[in-house]
C-alpha cells in the first residue's frame, strides 16, 4: 500500500527558534497534502491543504506566517514552524491524496516540544 | 462549516460487539471514513464508506450510514483487547479540495 513518512518523528526545540518538518510519499504522486496538529487527547485539526506547485490554503486561525507550507514536489512537502513557542508543542501530521483516489494516506506524526 | 460529532468514551467486555457512533452536518459527504489511533501513533485506516451506500462490512467490521439523519456507525464484533485505541470518523466534502474533516474521537476500552 502506498506509505507517507514523516521526518523526525519527533524533536526538541527551543523557545524562537524554527522548525522544519518533512512529509513524503514514497511509492505515489500526492498532488494533494494535508497537514494536521493533534493535542493531547483531542482530534486533528485541519491546518491547511496544499496543492503541488500552488500556494497552501489554511484553515481559519492558522497564521500563515508562522506556519509556512512547502510543497515543491509530487512526494514533498513541508511545514515549518517559525518562532516557536511553547504552546506550539503538538503532534503534527501530514496526509497525502493522489487526485482521484478516494484514499487519504496518514504520516506518523511529528511529536514538537519546544522548551 | 463542517462538523463531526463522537461520544468520547467506550467500554466493553473482551467478546462482546462494540458500537461507535458518529454524527456529521456537512450534506455534501462524498466518503466517510473510520480511523484507529493507538497511544502515541499516527492514524490507520480501518474502513470507509462511500455517501451513496448503507453498509459495509469487512471481516469484524461493519460501517452502517443513514444519509438522512447524518449518521454512521461502526461495529466491531468480537472485540478484543487489541481494539483498546482511540476510533475516529470522517467525513470529505465534495468541495474543491475535498477536505477531511475529524470527528472528536472515541476511546475504546476492552475489559479482558
Known amino acids: 500500500g502506498a506509505v507517507v513518512s514523516q521526518h523526525p518523528s519527533w524533536v526538541i526545540c527551543k523557545s524562537g527558534t524554527s522548525v522544519k518538518i518533512e512529509c513524503r510519499s514514497l511509492d505515489f504522486q500526492a498532488t494533494t497534502m494535508f497537514w494536521y496538529r493533534q493535542f493531547p487527547k483531542q482530534s486533528l485539526m485541519l491546518m491547511a491543504t496544499?496543492?503541488?506547485?500552488?500556494?497552501?490554503?489554511?484553515e481559519q486561525g492558522v497564521e500563515k506566517d508562522k506556519f509556512l507550507i512547502n510543497h515543491a514536489s509530487l512526494t514533498l512537502s513541508t511545514l515549518t514552524v517559525t518562532s516557536a513557542h511553547p504552546e506550539d508543542s503538538s503532534f503534527y501530521i501530514c496526509?497525502?491524496?493522489?487526485?482521484?483516489?478516494?484514499?487519504?494516506?496518514f504520516g506518523p506524526g511529528t511529536r514538537l516540544t519546544v522548551t | 462549516g463542517e462538523d463531526v460529532e463522537q461520544s468520547l468514551f467506550l467500554s466493553v467486555r473482551e467478546g462482546d460487539s462494540s458500537v461507535i457512533n458518529c454524527t456529521y452536518t456537512d450534506s455534501s459527504s462524498t466518503y466517510l471514513y473510520w480511523y484507529k489511533q493507538e497511544p502515541g501513533a499516527g492514524l490507520q485506516l480501518l474502513t470507509y464508506i462511500f455517501s451513496n451506500m448503507d453498509m459495509k462490512q469487512d471481516q469484524r467490521l461493519t460501517v452502517l450510514l443513514n444519509k438522512k439523519d447524518k449518521h454512521l456507525s461502526l461495529r466491531i464484533a468480537d472485540t478484543q483487547t487489541g481494539d483498546s485505541a482511540i476510533y475516529f470518523c470522517a467525513e470529505r466534502n465534495g468541495g474543491g479540495y475535498q477536505k477531511v474533516t475529524f470527528g472528536t474521537g472515541t476511546k475504546l476500552q476492552v475489559i479482558p
Open positions: 496544499s496543492n503541488e506547485g500552488s500556494k497552501a490554503t489554511y
Open positions: 496526509s497525502a491524496r493522489d487526485r482521484g483516489y478516494y484514499e487519504q494516506y
